[in-house]
């Protein structure tokens, strides 16, 4: 399995990116899971009312919520990136705004002050709407997902598996 994230600001392009690459990487034929982070306090699945609320209210750690075509498993607790790739089987994983992930990643960016407040070891490339005016910032590759899945796919194929290196992942988030 090969495991990499994809971050930026709101609006930069993150989703338009990781949908260029998923459907790209399901064409070629790989399994392909993903992981958003959502940095929105309010945030929650599970709403007050619902029965699954009942369930966790009453004390029930996880709460299974199993329709016709889904099958949410609701935690009580924000997990690790660890713990939820342990989930995890497909050939590759995209991780879509996880900013404790340190593994191979994409900058999604429309600024250049964006690329430098985001720019770490293991960035291998950039995406998302500054790839409308530029090729290439400081050796990287700024390719536009929309029109050139391709490319980024082809620099993702090269990368390392996942091992599990908890090098890659920050221990207080």
């Not at 399995?1 to 790209?24: C, D, L, N, P, Q």
């Not at 989930?87 to 879509?96: I, M, N, R, T």
């Not at 070891?121 to 530029?134: E, K, M, V």
């Not at 700024?142 to 796919?153: E, F, M, P």
């Amino acid at each position: 399995m090969k495991v990499f994230s994809i971050i930026g600001i709101s609006k930069s392009g993150k989703t338009t990116t990781a949908e260029a690459i998923i459907s790209e990487l399901c064409r070629r034929g790989y399994t392909v899971g993903s992981v958003k982070d959502i940095h929105f306090t309010g945030f929650a699945l599970d709403q007050e009312g619902t029965n699954t609320h009942r369930h966790k209210q009453a004390g029930a750690q996880p709460v299974t919520a199993r329709g016709l075509y889904e099958t949410d498993v609701m935690f009580p607790q924000r997990l690790s990136l660890s713990a939820i790739l342990a989930f995890y089987h497909q050939d590759f994983v995209v991780l879509e705004g996880a900013l404790d992930f340190r593994g191979p990643g994409i900058i999604a960016a429309c600024t250049e002050g964006e690329i430098e407040d985001r720019k770490r070891d293991n960035i291998f490339a950039i995406a998302g709407q500054i790839s409308n005016r530029l090729t290439e910032y400081l050796g990287l590759p700024v390719i536009d997902a929309r029109s050139q899945a391709g490319k980024l796919v082809d620099l993702i194929e090269k990368l390392p598996a996942w091992t599990g290196k908890e090098e890659w992942i920050d221990k207080e988030s």
